[in-house]
């Protein structure tokens, strides 16, 4: 048999194939029937099985890349991505996640490294300080001044009333969540600048937390970062951690290529980034809503220690464990 | 999987779980790009109608400010994981990408899953570095196999094109006379498999051609086969090469079955390999 006749008996078993992929590739339209997905399995089966065999059969060229196309199109529709399963991204977040946080050295670093930083600066800056002039060479007079006229008055009696809770809510998801995947999106290629980034944040956050003790305006300033404080800079610390994990790869691979040791590590990253923006959201309507409401100060100690509370169970009650989850035993399999 | 060192173009070869091998055309930065300006565009008139929608509802209530920050968390929504949910859904497309077929899988050709689908979408702000004029993501294109930026290195995916070309019939050669050369060439002259393959490369493409192109092109292998055969140096090589075609791939007249038909079987390749011997 030659090839033009051979053709010839298969192209209509093809344009049924490039049918059903056409009805396939738009879901919105009618469905497969049952026997029609059974067919279409059947056609797609002997398209690859033409295609094994276009060389024996002397197929010329344009046929044969005519059936790498059809294949390929058919073999996408067949083979689809798997949906998002509630299930077990539960069992990822609450249960595998906070076991490899618990263990994470990356986190250990990013933690000790803020922290560290936090405090240091925040004794330098007080009124206890060795170094008086610390506060003002962070901050810059201009950060100063600007800092005593933002809180020289309590912030519920500058707004007004249509919603702006509302929107300080919306304005903070959007910033302090961007910042916070873009930390860790850019420590893939700054792992050393995240650390830098880390260092910059909790020396500057310090000297503003030291410098507000030491002045009236203080009052106002902790009325106003207290309740949300614990969520935000966890998270802070936790994008750091992730993206530390991203750009570090790189250098210490493990036995691994650099671009498969990166693999891993985004696919171990993903799901702590993913805790990162959560206690953003919730940071964000905290910040939104409560911190510069009314309330009594007593109230947003309580919120912010119930929130302390929460993440220490998250990361040392859910998280203790031996050893952490193996790197196969993983919601994400690339 | 990917054979390393067989790759001179833009395809990569895949294996399906049939264990057939075939080929993708790996989608070229300047498709990507077409396509993230699709993207672009719908992420940017989504959030327009979305914050004007929410401004004007909690504004007829008087909440303005609560409008804007639900513009401001569908602006961030949006933004951040506009890619993430639709190649999810949509099993590895976007809108923009569905208007020019592409296709984001695996490097192994299997579908991509919610997480590699966010993950590629997150780094997307690596690659845009410098000032979001994407230079890091070209670079990473330029220097990997599959064009891969460094969302797609991280996740293990690759974006492909999807070619829709419609099934080929055969070329019938009408305009030219072949039964002279056919009469001159002896009936068992056929080509070797793979100059057989790149003859009908030729005659595919031979109808965008002028005569004098033609025989430019076909001289090349034409010549060889004359001087082979001892046809006259002034027949045509055109002619002669689509006289080659027929023989290959259209007419089954049994005299010209000889070689083929050895194994008699069609799946099977023939036991004597015709070679085409370049003469000394």
Redesign the interface.
Known sequence: ???????ESR?AD??RL?QGCLRLEHPGRQRLSTQQRVEFAALY?AA??D???A????L????V?????????A??QL??????EFRQWYEEMFQRVPQRLFHDGYLRLAAAVFWGGFLLALFLSSKWTPVPEFAEAVLTRDGIIGLEEMYSEPLWESGDA??????????Y??NN??IG??C???G??FGICGLFATVFNSIYLGAAFGYMTTVPQGENFFQFVTAHGPFELTAIVLSAAAGMR?GFSLVDTGGLSR?DS??R???LS?PT?MAAVVMFFLAAVIE?FLSPSPAPYEAKAIVAMLSTLMLLTYLVVLGYSDAPPTEEDT???? | MFEKNRQIDSHIRVVTPENIGFEYRVASPFERLLAFLVDAIIMLSVVGVAGLVAMFVFGLFGVLGMGIGVAMVSWFLVTWFYGGVFETLWNGQTPGKRSLRLRVLRTDGSPIDAGQAVLRNFLRIVDSQPFNTYLTGLLSTAVTRRYQRLGDLACGTMVVAEDRSRAVRFNEINDVLLTPVDNMLPPGALPSRTLAKAISQYVDRRRYFGPARRAEIARHVGEVFAEQYNLPPSVDHDALLCVLYRRTFLTSRDDEETVLESGSHPTLAPEAFREFELPA
């Not at chain 1, 890349?65 to 199109?73: A, F, K």
């Not at chain 1, 083979?79 to 998002?84: D, E, H, L, P």
């Not at chain 1, 919601?331 to 690339?334: A, K």
């Open positions: 048999m030659k090839a033009a006749e051979l053709v192209m093809w344009r490039e089966r690859c099985a295609l094994a065999l060389d024996a059969h002397q010329p060229a344009g046929t890349r005519y059936l790498h196309q059809l294949v390929g199109r073999h996408n083979y689809r991505s798997r949906k998002f249509t919603g702006a809770e509302g929107l300080m809510w919306g304005f998801i959007f969540t961007s995947l873009r860790f999106a850019m893939l290629i991203l671009f990166l693999a590590a985004a696919k993903l980034m939104g919601l994400l399999d690339w």
